[in-house]
Protein backbone atom coordinates (compact mmCIF):
# COMPACT_ATOMS: atom_id res chain seq x y z
CA UNK A 1 0.00 0.00 0.00
CA UNK A 2 1.91 3.06 -0.57
CA UNK A 3 1.76 5.47 1.71
CA UNK A 4 3.61 8.50 0.24
CA UNK A 5 1.71 11.97 1.65
CA UNK A 6 -0.34 13.54 -1.45
CA UNK A 7 1.56 17.10 -1.84
CA UNK A 8 -0.04 20.17 -0.97
CA UNK A 9 -1.70 22.11 -3.65
CA UNK A 10 0.35 25.20 -4.73
CA UNK A 11 -2.56 28.32 -4.23
CA UNK A 12 -1.85 32.06 -4.84
CA UNK A 13 -4.64 34.33 -2.89
CA UNK A 14 -4.61 37.50 -4.77
CA UNK A 15 -5.80 41.11 -3.57
CA UNK A 16 -4.74 44.00 -5.72
CA UNK A 17 -6.90 45.75 -5.31
CA UNK A 18 -6.89 47.51 -2.18
CA UNK A 19 -10.45 46.82 -0.82
CA UNK A 20 -11.99 43.42 0.83
CA UNK A 21 -8.76 42.63 2.36
CA UNK A 22 -11.13 41.90 6.11
CA UNK A 23 -11.84 38.48 3.72
CA UNK A 24 -7.96 37.16 3.27
CA UNK A 25 -7.71 35.91 7.07
CA UNK A 26 -10.50 33.74 6.90
CA UNK A 27 -9.08 32.11 3.62
CA UNK A 28 -5.60 31.97 4.88
CA UNK A 29 -6.34 30.41 7.85
CA UNK A 30 -9.37 28.12 6.16
CA UNK A 31 -6.18 26.75 3.42
CA UNK A 32 -3.41 26.77 6.46
CA UNK A 33 -1.98 23.15 6.78
CA UNK A 34 -3.99 22.03 3.38
CA UNK A 35 -2.26 23.94 0.65
CA UNK A 36 0.98 25.76 0.01
CA UNK A 37 -0.60 29.61 -0.09
CA UNK A 38 1.17 32.46 -1.33
CA UNK A 39 -0.68 35.47 -0.76
CA UNK A 40 0.05 37.79 -3.39
CA UNK A 41 -0.73 41.71 -2.35
CA UNK A 42 0.23 45.09 -3.37
CA UNK A 43 2.56 47.19 -0.99
CA UNK A 44 -0.27 49.32 1.20
CA UNK A 45 -1.87 46.07 1.94
CA UNK A 46 1.02 44.83 3.53
CA UNK A 47 0.87 46.38 6.91
CA UNK A 48 -3.19 45.06 7.52
CA UNK A 49 -2.49 41.38 7.03
CA UNK A 50 0.30 40.93 9.46
CA UNK A 51 -1.82 38.12 11.01
CA UNK A 52 -1.95 36.38 7.44
CA UNK A 53 1.60 35.96 7.19
CA UNK A 54 2.17 33.14 10.19
CA UNK A 55 -0.59 30.77 8.18
CA UNK A 56 1.00 31.15 4.59
CA UNK A 57 3.97 29.46 2.59
CA UNK A 58 5.21 33.36 1.81
CA UNK A 59 4.12 36.52 0.58
CA UNK A 60 4.23 38.45 -2.66
CA UNK A 61 4.46 41.66 -2.15
CA UNK A 62 4.51 43.90 -5.52
CA UNK A 63 5.95 47.32 -5.31
CA UNK A 64 3.23 49.14 -6.62
CA UNK A 65 0.15 50.94 -4.80
CA UNK A 66 -3.29 49.27 -5.03
CA UNK A 67 -4.65 52.29 -7.00
CA UNK A 68 -1.93 51.57 -9.73
CA UNK A 69 -2.74 47.91 -10.27
CA UNK A 70 -4.89 48.03 -13.22
CA UNK A 71 -2.16 50.31 -15.19
CA UNK A 72 -1.50 47.41 -18.01
CA UNK A 73 2.26 47.10 -16.90
CA UNK A 74 1.07 46.10 -13.57
CA UNK A 75 -1.51 43.94 -14.47
CA UNK A 76 1.41 42.62 -16.71
CA UNK A 77 3.98 42.18 -13.98
CA UNK A 78 0.90 40.19 -12.49
CA UNK A 79 0.18 37.96 -15.25
CA UNK A 80 3.98 36.72 -15.50
CA UNK A 81 4.06 35.95 -11.79
CA UNK A 82 0.93 33.89 -12.05
CA UNK A 83 2.67 32.08 -14.95
CA UNK A 84 6.05 32.12 -13.88
CA UNK A 85 5.13 30.18 -10.46
CA UNK A 86 2.53 27.47 -11.87
CA UNK A 87 0.02 27.35 -9.45
CA UNK A 88 -2.60 24.76 -9.37
CA UNK A 89 -5.12 27.00 -8.16
CA UNK A 90 -5.22 30.73 -8.13
CA UNK A 91 -7.98 32.43 -5.82
CA UNK A 92 -8.98 36.18 -6.50
CA UNK A 93 -9.83 37.62 -3.16
CA UNK A 94 -11.91 39.95 -5.44
CA UNK A 95 -13.12 38.76 -8.62
CA UNK A 96 -15.13 42.31 -10.16
CA UNK A 97 -14.08 45.65 -11.32
CA UNK A 98 -10.63 46.40 -12.32
CA UNK A 99 -8.87 43.24 -12.28
CA UNK A 100 -11.33 42.32 -15.85
CA UNK A 101 -8.20 43.30 -17.59
CA UNK A 102 -5.81 40.51 -16.43
CA UNK A 103 -8.28 37.64 -17.88
CA UNK A 104 -8.14 39.45 -21.51
CA UNK A 105 -5.01 37.59 -21.04
CA UNK A 106 -4.39 33.40 -22.15
CA UNK A 107 -4.16 31.35 -18.86
CA UNK A 108 -3.17 27.99 -19.11
CA UNK A 109 -5.85 24.67 -18.42
CA UNK A 110 -3.50 23.80 -15.80
CA UNK A 111 -4.07 26.32 -13.82
CA UNK A 112 -7.90 26.44 -12.20
CA UNK A 113 -9.03 30.00 -11.25
CA UNK A 114 -11.87 30.79 -8.72
CA UNK A 115 -13.23 34.31 -7.49
CA UNK A 116 -15.05 35.98 -4.86
CA UNK A 117 -17.78 38.19 -5.98
CA UNK A 118 -18.47 40.70 -3.86
CA UNK A 119 -21.82 42.26 -5.81
CA UNK A 120 -23.89 39.54 -8.24
CA UNK A 121 -25.20 41.91 -9.82
CA UNK A 122 -22.34 42.44 -11.62
CA UNK A 123 -23.01 39.11 -13.68
CA UNK A 124 -26.75 41.11 -14.49
CA UNK A 125 -24.52 44.41 -16.24
CA UNK A 126 -21.69 45.69 -18.67
CA UNK A 127 -18.94 43.14 -20.46
CA UNK A 128 -16.56 43.66 -16.95
CA UNK A 129 -17.84 40.33 -15.23
CA UNK A 130 -18.36 38.71 -19.01
CA UNK A 131 -15.05 39.29 -19.32
CA UNK A 132 -13.54 37.41 -15.70
CA UNK A 133 -16.10 34.63 -16.44
CA UNK A 134 -14.05 33.57 -19.80
CA UNK A 135 -11.87 32.35 -17.73
CA UNK A 136 -13.14 32.26 -14.14
CA UNK A 137 -15.60 29.45 -13.98
CA UNK A 138 -15.79 29.04 -10.21
CA UNK A 139 -17.13 31.92 -7.68
CA UNK A 140 -17.46 32.19 -4.37
CA UNK A 141 -20.27 34.45 -2.76
CA UNK A 142 -20.02 35.60 0.95
CA UNK A 143 -23.44 34.59 2.52
CA UNK A 144 -25.54 31.93 1.43
CA UNK A 145 -28.61 34.26 0.83
CA UNK A 146 -26.67 35.09 -2.19
CA UNK A 147 -26.80 32.05 -3.77
CA UNK A 148 -30.40 32.61 -5.08
CA UNK A 149 -29.18 35.36 -7.43
CA UNK A 150 -26.55 33.51 -9.39
CA UNK A 151 -28.59 29.99 -9.90
CA UNK A 152 -29.62 30.79 -13.03
CA UNK A 153 -26.19 31.78 -14.11
CA UNK A 154 -25.35 28.70 -17.01
CA UNK A 155 -21.64 27.50 -17.11
CA UNK A 156 -20.67 28.84 -13.70
CA UNK A 157 -19.98 27.34 -9.98
CA UNK A 158 -20.97 28.86 -7.02
CA UNK A 159 -20.63 28.14 -3.78
CA UNK A 160 -20.46 30.24 -0.18
CA UNK A 161 -18.66 31.33 2.87
CA UNK A 162 -18.59 33.35 5.17
CA UNK A 163 -15.11 35.39 6.68
CA UNK A 164 -15.97 36.02 10.01
CA UNK A 165 -12.87 34.56 10.99
CA UNK A 166 -10.33 37.43 12.70
CA UNK A 167 -7.12 37.03 14.68
CA UNK A 168 -7.25 37.42 18.32
CA UNK A 169 -5.99 40.77 18.81
CA UNK A 170 -4.40 42.72 22.46
CA UNK A 171 -7.20 44.96 23.75
CA UNK A 172 -6.25 48.36 24.06
CA UNK A 173 -5.82 49.43 27.71
CA UNK A 174 -7.98 52.27 27.24
CA UNK A 175 -11.06 51.16 26.00
CA UNK A 176 -13.62 50.04 29.40
CA UNK A 177 -17.09 49.92 29.51
CA UNK A 178 -18.77 51.34 32.21
CA UNK A 179 -21.35 49.14 34.09
CA UNK A 180 -24.95 50.06 32.76
CA UNK A 181 -23.75 51.13 29.23
CA UNK A 182 -25.41 49.97 26.37
CA UNK A 183 -23.40 49.73 22.99
CA UNK A 184 -24.51 49.62 19.91
CA UNK A 185 -21.61 49.17 17.17
CA UNK A 186 -21.69 50.41 13.70
CA UNK A 187 -19.00 49.36 11.81
CA UNK A 188 -18.04 50.31 8.19
CA UNK A 189 -16.80 52.99 6.64
CA UNK A 190 -18.77 56.69 7.35
CA UNK A 191 -20.80 57.28 4.79
CA UNK A 192 -24.78 58.47 4.24
CA UNK A 193 -24.10 56.42 0.87
CA UNK A 194 -23.80 53.50 2.93
CA UNK A 195 -25.71 54.06 6.03
CA UNK A 196 -28.89 56.04 6.97
CA UNK A 197 -27.46 57.59 10.05
CA UNK A 198 -29.53 60.50 10.18
CA UNK A 199 -32.81 58.30 10.59
CA UNK A 200 -30.66 56.65 13.56
CA UNK A 201 -30.24 60.24 15.18
CA UNK A 202 -33.67 61.20 14.49
CA UNK A 203 -34.92 57.91 16.46
CA UNK A 204 -32.36 58.10 19.40
CA UNK A 205 -34.34 61.85 19.36
CA UNK A 206 -37.45 60.80 19.53
CA UNK A 207 -36.77 57.88 22.42
CA UNK A 208 -35.41 60.27 24.76
CA UNK A 209 -32.81 57.77 25.17
CA UNK A 210 -30.77 58.07 28.58
CA UNK A 211 -26.70 58.76 28.04
CA UNK A 212 -26.02 54.75 29.20
CA UNK A 213 -26.92 54.57 25.41
CA UNK A 214 -24.08 54.49 22.89
CA UNK A 215 -23.76 54.36 19.48
CA UNK A 216 -20.11 53.61 18.32
CA UNK A 217 -19.53 54.48 14.56
CA UNK A 218 -16.97 52.25 13.81
CA UNK A 219 -15.14 53.58 10.79
CA UNK A 220 -13.23 56.99 9.43
CA UNK A 221 -15.80 60.02 10.29
CA UNK A 222 -13.49 62.57 8.36
CA UNK A 223 -15.26 64.19 5.91
CA UNK A 224 -18.02 65.47 4.72
CA UNK A 225 -20.53 63.13 5.73
CA UNK A 226 -18.56 62.24 9.28
CA UNK A 227 -19.11 66.85 9.80
CA UNK A 228 -22.81 66.49 8.62
CA UNK A 229 -23.51 63.56 11.42
CA UNK A 230 -21.66 65.12 14.21
CA UNK A 231 -23.42 68.46 13.37
CA UNK A 232 -27.01 66.55 13.67
CA UNK A 233 -25.91 65.03 16.60
CA UNK A 234 -25.50 67.84 18.21
CA UNK A 235 -27.59 70.16 17.11
CA UNK A 236 -30.18 67.48 18.93
CA UNK A 237 -27.71 67.77 22.24
CA UNK A 238 -27.10 64.27 21.49
CA UNK A 239 -23.43 64.80 21.37
CA UNK A 240 -22.41 62.46 23.81
CA UNK A 241 -24.62 59.89 23.20
CA UNK A 242 -22.86 59.15 19.61
CA UNK A 243 -19.06 57.98 19.47
CA UNK A 244 -17.09 58.86 15.85
CA UNK A 245 -13.48 58.71 15.28
CA UNK A 246 -11.50 61.22 12.86
CA UNK A 247 -9.23 58.69 11.67
CA UNK A 248 -9.21 55.07 10.17
CA UNK A 249 -10.39 52.42 12.85
CA UNK A 250 -6.98 50.20 14.11
CA UNK A 251 -8.34 46.76 13.81
CA UNK A 252 -7.38 46.15 17.89
CA UNK A 253 -9.08 48.92 18.56
CA UNK A 254 -12.10 48.05 16.10
CA UNK A 255 -12.29 44.30 17.68
CA UNK A 256 -11.94 45.90 21.01
CA UNK A 257 -15.27 47.97 20.67
CA UNK A 258 -16.87 44.52 19.42
CA UNK A 259 -16.18 42.13 21.71
CA UNK A 260 -17.69 44.64 24.08
CA UNK A 261 -20.84 45.54 22.13
CA UNK A 262 -24.04 44.15 23.08
CA UNK A 263 -25.47 44.41 19.38
CA UNK A 264 -24.22 45.50 15.78
CA UNK A 265 -26.29 48.21 13.75
CA UNK A 266 -25.58 47.59 10.06
CA UNK A 267 -28.58 50.72 9.22
CA UNK A 268 -29.39 49.35 5.96
CA UNK A 269 -32.96 50.92 5.48
CA UNK A 270 -35.21 51.40 2.09
CA UNK A 271 -33.71 55.03 1.92
CA UNK A 272 -30.00 53.75 1.41
CA UNK A 273 -29.04 53.66 -1.96
CA UNK A 274 -28.73 50.51 -3.11
CA UNK A 275 -30.65 48.93 -0.84
CA UNK A 276 -32.11 46.29 -3.23
CA UNK A 277 -28.54 44.81 -3.55
CA UNK A 278 -28.59 44.70 0.12
CA UNK A 279 -31.59 42.78 0.10
CA UNK A 280 -30.41 39.90 -2.69
CA UNK A 281 -26.89 40.96 -3.95
CA UNK A 282 -24.08 41.68 -1.70
CA UNK A 283 -23.69 42.23 2.39
CA UNK A 284 -22.00 44.40 4.04
CA UNK A 285 -19.22 43.84 6.41
CA UNK A 286 -21.26 44.64 9.46
CA UNK A 287 -22.57 41.47 9.13
CA UNK A 288 -19.25 39.41 9.30
CA UNK A 289 -18.60 41.40 12.24
CA UNK A 290 -21.67 40.24 13.89
CA UNK A 291 -20.87 36.75 13.03
CA UNK A 292 -17.43 36.70 13.83
CA UNK A 293 -18.31 38.21 17.63
CA UNK A 294 -21.71 36.08 18.06
CA UNK A 295 -23.53 39.72 18.66
CA UNK A 296 -26.90 39.87 17.94
CA UNK A 297 -27.78 42.21 14.92
CA UNK A 298 -30.85 45.27 14.93
CA UNK A 299 -31.98 44.55 11.55
CA UNK A 300 -34.63 46.85 9.51
CA UNK A 301 -37.82 44.36 9.03
CA UNK A 302 -37.14 43.34 5.29
CA UNK A 303 -34.24 41.28 6.03
CA UNK A 304 -36.77 39.34 8.13
CA UNK A 305 -37.12 36.77 5.76
CA UNK A 306 -33.31 35.48 5.70
CA UNK A 307 -32.33 32.97 7.27
CA UNK A 308 -29.35 33.56 9.21
CA UNK A 309 -31.13 36.51 10.67
CA UNK A 310 -34.34 35.02 11.87
CA UNK A 311 -31.84 32.79 14.11
CA UNK A 312 -29.54 36.38 15.31
CA UNK A 313 -31.31 39.59 14.48
CA UNK A 314 -34.10 41.54 16.33
CA UNK A 315 -35.98 43.75 13.41
CA UNK A 316 -37.74 47.30 13.56
CA UNK A 317 -39.66 49.25 10.69
CA UNK A 318 -37.99 52.64 9.76
CA UNK A 319 -40.80 54.18 10.78
CA UNK A 320 -41.14 52.96 14.36
CA UNK A 321 -37.57 52.12 15.41
CA UNK A 322 -37.64 54.21 18.29
CA UNK A 323 -40.55 52.38 19.90
CA UNK A 324 -39.02 48.98 18.71
CA UNK A 325 -36.33 49.09 19.08
CA UNK A 326 -35.33 51.76 22.13
CA UNK A 327 -38.37 51.18 24.48
CA UNK A 328 -38.65 47.42 23.86
CA UNK A 329 -41.93 47.82 23.24
CA UNK A 330 -42.37 45.89 19.57
CA UNK A 331 -38.85 44.32 18.71
CA UNK A 332 -39.02 41.24 18.42
CA UNK A 333 -36.77 38.15 17.07
CA UNK A 334 -37.38 35.39 15.64
CA UNK A 335 -35.25 33.83 18.10
CA UNK A 336 -37.66 33.60 20.92
CA UNK A 337 -35.70 31.63 23.14
CA UNK A 338 -32.81 34.18 23.00
CA UNK A 339 -30.37 31.82 22.02
CA UNK A 340 -28.21 33.11 19.33
CA UNK A 341 -25.70 31.07 16.60
CA UNK A 342 -26.70 27.54 17.27
CA UNK A 343 -26.45 26.28 13.40
CA UNK A 344 -23.80 24.50 12.63
CA UNK A 345 -22.65 26.80 9.97
CA UNK A 346 -21.12 29.32 12.78
CA UNK A 347 -18.73 26.81 13.42
CA UNK A 348 -15.19 27.19 11.98
CA UNK A 349 -14.86 23.65 10.74
CA UNK A 350 -18.26 23.71 8.64
CA UNK A 351 -16.77 27.07 6.82
CA UNK A 352 -13.37 25.46 6.25
CA UNK A 353 -14.44 22.18 4.91
CA UNK A 354 -17.05 23.81 3.10
CA UNK A 355 -14.46 26.15 1.64
CA UNK A 356 -11.55 23.74 0.80
CA UNK A 357 -14.08 21.41 -0.89
CA UNK A 358 -14.82 24.19 -3.71
CA UNK A 359 -12.13 25.39 -4.19
CA UNK A 360 -9.22 22.30 -3.81
CA UNK A 361 -11.84 20.05 -6.08
Given at each position: M????????????????????EC??????????H??T???????????V???????????I??F??S?????KN?WK???Y?L?????R?????????????????????M????????T????????Q?????K??????????L?????S???????S?????F??L???N???K???E??????GQV??QR?D????????????L??????????????????M??????EL????????????V????????MQ????V?????????G???Y??H??????N??F?F???????????????F?????F??????SED?F?G??GQ?A???G?L????K???????N??L?????
Open positions: NSEKVPHKRIALVEVGGSHDLYSQCLFLHGADILVITADLEPRTACKELVLSVKFGQSQSFQWVLYRLEQKFDVVFNTAQGGIKKLFILPFPRSRLIGTIHNHKFYKGIGRIISSIKKYLVLNDYLPSVALKGLQFSYYPAFPKATPQITPAGTWICIPSLRYLGLIKAVKQAEESRWKFILLGNAKGNDGDIKQQANGLQSSFILFDAFPYELLHAYLADAMPLIHPSTPFVLQHKITGAFMAAKKPLLMEASFRGIEDKENAIYDVQTLITTNSNTDTYQSAWEFAFQQNYAFVLS
